[in-house]
């Protein structure tokens, strides 16, 4: 067994240039390692039939259709149930970092587990903020009238938005005063909570972030670099030999393919602790790191886990109910 193949993935690798500011549309796409979301401000369908511009006649998880990323910015704020209040830059494709996990958890069906980085420079800014929002927070529940008033132009806003938004003029009162103190009176309990376990999850995120890349049904991995600037982390390129075979034989993660969009795709093939070193030295914010579960869309990341899966139990293969179920497993 220890001298068994490792498997080869039959597919290219997929791989997309910086498009607009549509870095999170790439690299969902470079975790799957296929052109699964699209951008078409021309077309009024969520789910579309693969390189076309025409409603789907199959839902969202048949190989043959794609996500429209520019509509599905419209139902952000539906498909969070309200709770998600940023959206998207509707004209040039920019995307809220917690779109992604909506996308991939409501639309896609996979599992996703969020982790932050830590640094200095951080503790230094929430405590600033929450400093700056305390006497804030005083002065909007002792004179209502302070509450600031936003310029938002109407021209571009979907029209969901709008509705749920009260959105009926140039300008309007993003918050009622009871709505305004619950957000401050919510976001400075984030800050001092953030503050007070700093240290403790400054020394141990490190140790956290190995525990999720070393997972064996580990897909990829979506990094915020900060903004709203997005890289992937991929486990299943053929350039980059993501998997070895130990001395027992059985297939372990070699290394990941850390791919950006911008300057025309930069790709770099790196161990864990290398990668690791990297997302710190480019102030990563926050990873996604996504799985797949019963039910979910069978990319074509997904299908070389299961090619990896399958060389783990000799090479014999399993059914898809089977597959899934020790997915789930070694997810726990």
């Given at each position: 067994m220890s001298g068994a193949a490792v498997p080869e993935f039959a597919n290219n690798n997929h791989y997309e240039k910086q498009e607009l500011?549509?870095?999170?549309?790439?690299?969902?796409?470079?975790?799957?390692?296929?052109?699964?979301?699209?951008?078409?401000?021309?077309?009024?369908?969520?789910?579309?039939?693969?390189?076309?511009?025409?409603?789907?006649?199959?839902?969202?998880?048949?190989?043959?259709?794609?996500?429209?990323?520019?509509k599905f910015c419209q139902f952000m704020l539906l498909l969070s149930n309200g709770v998600f209040k940023e959206t998207c830059d509707s004209s040039r494709g920019n995307i809220p970092f917690d779109s992604i996990s909506l996308l991939l958890k409501k639309m896609l069906n996979y599992e996703t587990v969020t982790k932050r980085l830590y640094y200095d420079e951080q503790l230094v800014e929430m405590k600033k903020r929450r400093d700056k929002l305390i006497p804030d927070l005083k002065r909007y529940r002792e004179n209502p009238l302070s509450i600031p008033q936003f310029e938002i132009p109407r021209d571009g806003i979907p029209q969901v938005i709008k509705t749920q938004m009260n959105i009926t003029g140039k300008t309007y009162n993003k918050f009622k005063q009871d709505e305004l103190i619950e957000s401050l009176t919510n976001e400075i309990t984030t800050l001092t909570s953030f503050i007070e376990n700093f240290a403790l999850n400054k020394a141990t995120f490190e140790s956290e972030f190995k525990i999720e890349f070393n997972k064996p049904n580990l897909l990829g991995a979506i990094v915020n670099l900060g903004g709203w600037h997005y890289v992937a982390v991929s486990k299943f390129v053929k350039e980059c030999k993501t998997?070895?075979?130990?001395?027992?034989?059985?297939?372990?993660?070699?290394?990941?393919?850390?791919?950006?969009?911008?300057?025309?795709?930069?790709?770099?093939c790196l161990k864990l602790d290398a990668l690791i070193e990297l997302l710190k030295t480019?102030?990563?914010?926050?990873?996604?790191?996504?799985?797949?579960?019963?039910?979910?869309?069978?990319?074509?990341?997904?299908?070389?886990?299961?090619?990896?899966?399958?060389?783990?139990n000799g090479g014999k293969q399993t059914s898809r109910r089977k597959q899934q179920r020790k997915t789930r497993k070694m997810r726990r």
């Open positions: 500011l549509l870095c999170g549309k790439h690299a969902i796409n470079h975790v799957l390692q296929e052109n699964k979301i699209v951008w078409n401000t021309d077309n009024d369908f969520l789910i579309l039939e693969k390189g076309e511009d025409k409603l789907a006649t199959n839902n969202v998880l048949h190989s043959n259709t794609q996500i429209n990323l520019s998997w070895k075979r130990d001395a027992t034989g059985r297939l372990v993660s070699e290394s990941f393919m850390y791919i950006d969009s911008m300057g025309g795709v930069t790709k770099n480019n102030h990563a914010q926050s990873v996604v790191f996504v799985y797949p579960q019963a039910g979910c869309y069978d990319s074509v990341a997904n299908k070389r886990l299961q090619l990896i899966l399958n060389a783990q």
